[in-house]
């Protein structure tokens, strides 16, 4: 057994005894250091920027399901988003311009639901009224395919929102909705910020996008869902492309 000198014990009680004071007054003393943020996580606190948004990426491309909510600016216009996705379809609803509509994905196969108002926006009234809060299949040749699906697909949302811009850093430790959280930015801010979990795996729980462009949350990683074809009775087949609207 190797001894422990006597007057280092002493300091040691000494430096204690002066935190404890310390605490209890509010006071904040040189050598009382505060709890290690990084204790008990899953220590991607400790890596560096660069390590933590390709571990945070692996990990969202690995996950089989996830829901995200928030707003995303592009082409000039704001989309508000309530979406769950994964691997092979997506479900939820998307508000742009006061109108909200329904977006479900089933494999290749994408539907829009939506009122009267939404479809009536193009003068067609007699179509509007057919397609009123039915499951309107949207043909893949048609521009609203290409504009929409994107909202219900997993990898292409996650692989064009995620990545941040410029040089990147790490912001500190955080916390969103009780669960502690690296902060990574780019370029300090202006190219987005990443609020990564400390808990479990990796997974990015709240991204705020550069240039103002949309700020958005992630929750229910992992959790399942079911993504079905709608009844026949509920689904409208318009033909080769939508009413304007």
């Known amino acids: 057994m190797t001894a422990i000198p006597q007057g280092r014990t002493r300091r040691a009680t000494l430096v204690s005894a002066a935190c404890a004071l310390a605490a209890t007054g509010a006071m904040v003393l040189t050598g009382c250091s505060s709890e290690d943020p990084d204790a008990g ?3 991607v606190g400790k890596l560096s920027p660069e390590q933590i948004q390709t571990k945070t990426r692996a990990a969202a491309d690995a996950a089989p399901a996830v829901r995200l909510s928030g707003t ?3 082409s000039g216009r704001t989309y508000k ?3 769950r996705l994964k691997d092979d379809g997506g479900t939820g ?3 742009s311009q006061g109108s909200t509509f329904g977006l479900l994905r089933v494999g290749e196969q994408l539907y829009l639901k939506a ?3 939404f479809w009536s926006h193009g003068g067609d009234t007699g179509a509007a009224g057919k397609l009123n809060g ?3 299949k949207v043909p893949q040749g048609d521009p609203a395919y290409k504009k929409f699906s994107g909202f219900t697909d997993k990898a292409v949302l996650l692989g064009g929102l995620l990545p941040l811009h410029g040089k990147l850093a790490t912001d500190g430790h955080h916390d969103q ?3 502690p959280t690296i902060r990574i930015t780019g370029d300090a801010g202006s190219g987005g910020t990443l609020d990564v979990s400390l808990q479990g795996k990796p997974y990015p729980l709240r991204l705020v996008r550069a240039g103002s462009a949309g700020t ?3 929750s229910d990683w992992g959790k399942d869902f079911t993504v079905t074809e709608p009844a026949k009775s509920e689904t409208v087949d318009y033909g080769k492309q939508l009413p304007t609207s």
């Open 41 to 43: 996580t899953n220590g």
């Open 72 to 74: 995303v600016v592009t």
């Open 81 to 83: 988003l309530d979406m």
């Open 93 to 95: 609803s998307v508000t």
């Open 115 to 117: 009122d009267a108002d």
């Open 134 to 136: 039915k499951y309107v």
């Open 177 to 179: 909705s009780g669960t």
């Open 216 to 218: 958005l949350s992630f």
